[in-house]
Nanobody, 122 residues
Framework: QVQLVESGGGLVEPGGSLRLSCAASGSIFSIYAMGWYRQAPGKQRELVASITSAGSTNYAESVKGRFTISRDNAKRTMYLQMHSLKPEDTAVYYC????????????????WGQGTQVTVSS
């Protein structure tokens, strides 16, 4: 009923930049919080950044000052602008959106994207 499609991952050299996008489609009534997570090989999935429906943001300490999360409510799309990338940022990045469906309002459910690989290497 809801599909999240991610794009923008790839291979980048240390110090480079990438912009991830996550677009939601389906029978959506509203979208509340959105977040970007990442999972590196052998590690647990961790929250990278989140943004509320009002635009308040939160970042992991490791990415503060380098990453920026944003959203376009009209397009049902969220973004993660990443600068000054480091090898330790290498991971699969997942988006997550808290969605209310038209058919099940006011229940809120989390939906996940398929993940996009970000590799930082020279």
């Amino acid at each position: 009923q809801v599909q999240l499609v991610e794009s923008g991952g790839g291979l980048v050299e240390p110090g480079g930049s990438l912009r991830l996008s996550c677009a939601a489609s389906g029978s959506i009534f509203s979208i509340y919080a959105m977040g970007w997570y990442r999972q590196a090989p052998g590690k647990q999935r961790e929250l990278v950044a989140s943004i509320t429906s009002a635009g308040s943001t939160n970042y992991a300490e490791s990415v503060k000052g380098r990453f920026t999360i944003s959203r376009d409510n009209a397009k049902r799309t969220m973004y993660l602008q990443m600068h000054s990338l480091k090898p330790e940022d290498t991971a699969v990045y997942y988006c997550c959106q808290a969605v209310v469906l038209v058919s099940t309002t006011p229940n809120i459910n989390d939906y996940w994207g398929q993940g996009t690989q970000v590799t930082v290497s020279s």
